[in-house]
């Protein structure tokens, strides 16, 4: 299953926003089967562990109040080459760099309150889905 399977979450500004079908319909149009899919909240704490790589940021405790500040929703999505494919789909990490027709480039309203998260290796699409679904390798 490695190299095809990734992880996203759809970020409290864009759920907020009204925006969990519009995304939804971009990712299953770009040929993602999505697996698993919940609504779900994350404590700061849980943010914080999610986001433990950027504890040393200086963005850090921002990150996690925002994360935790309204609902989000995690998916376990299915492709070829889907890592790759998938960061392609979501656009930079600053709405103001990414591509025309990325989900960031026309959902997210800032760097912090970027509409969606994408995973960036193979290894970390299973870590980051077994924080949310149980027997994640499995899908
Ligand atoms: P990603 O892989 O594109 O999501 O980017 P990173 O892993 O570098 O950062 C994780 C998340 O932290 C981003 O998606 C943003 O929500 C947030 N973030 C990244 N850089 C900044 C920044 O400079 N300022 C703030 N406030 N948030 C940031």
Do not use: W
């Amino acid at each position: 299953m490695a190299n095809n399977l990734t992880f996203t979450m759809i970020k409290p500004d864009a759920v907020e926003a009204g925006n969990i079908g519009a995304i939804t319909k971009m990712i299953e149009e770009a040929g993602f089967t999505i697996r698993a899919m919940k609504l779900t909240r994350l404590s700061k704490e849980r943010a914080g562990q999610f986001y433990a790589v950027h504890k040393e940021r200086p963005f850090y405790n921002d990150l996690c109040n925002y994360m935790s500040s309204g609902a989000i929703v995690p998916m376990i999505l299915v492709k070829e080459n889907a890592v790759e494919d998938f960061r392609k789909l979501i656009g930079a990490t600053n709405p103001k760099e990414a591509a025309e027709g990325t989900i960031r480039k026309l959902f997210a309203k800032s760097i912090e309150a970027n509409a969606i998260h994408g995973s960036d290796s193979d290894e970390n699409a299973v870590i980051e889905g077994s924080f949310f679904f149980s027997e994640t390798e499995k899908f």
